[in-house]
């Protein structure tokens, strides 16, 4: 069961504010024509239905901080998930790089009041980073140039697994021992 695999690839600038795009230079791997993507988020997908009537059809996933304080659902599918390696999010994630899974910001629905960290990204846009207060985990990411996106940190989702990555980011921050990962298109940052 994969979900975001390419779809709204080109909706997703990265957490930095840098346009993902088709002529971006490739920092591992041949250049590939990444450009619109026609790949199938409706078409291999996991769909929970509600139990109430309401939402019988719609998609619904969920995911929760470390500690529980923090809960979302979601009711639409993922545009993309992708990696990335820059060294702010090794920062913030304290791993090796961050896993997000993107949606619609209208079909993200957070309870629980967040802290956050704004830094600004390379291209000059703010980042705000949210996370759990009491716990720490990291839960989602913001970017004012994107508002209509809710960058969700992977591995608060309630099934990660579900959501493997289509494209990976900032590669030229990447650490020199981690595998390469076939199916996943490299930008060596976000490129402009
Ligand atoms: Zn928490």
Known sequence: MTRGQG???AQWNGE???????ESRLCCGPTQDVGPQTSCVGANIRTRRGIGAIDDM????????????????????PLVSGLCN????????????SHVVI???EDYRQHGETGSHDTRGDSGDMVTRHFCRNCGSPIRSEV??????????????EHPGDFP??????CKDRLSWLPTLEKV????????
Do not use: N, W
């Open 7 to 9: 779809e709204g690839l």
């Open 86 to 97: 820059c060294t702010d999010c090794q920062k913030q994630t304290g791993s090796s790089f």
């Open 144 to 157: 004012p140039s994107m508002s209509h996106l809710a960058i969700v940190k992977a591995g608060t989702l």
């Open 103 to 105: 949606f619609k910001a």
């Open 16 to 22: 930095h504010g840098f346009p993902v795009r088709p």
């Open 165 to 170: 990555p289509s494209v990976e980011l900032y």
């Open 58 to 77: 719609s998609t619904h996933i969920t995911g929760q901080c470390l500690c529980g304080a923090i809960t979302y659902e979601i009711t639409g599918e």
């Open 185 to 192: 298109t490299r930008y060596e940052a976000g490129s402009r």
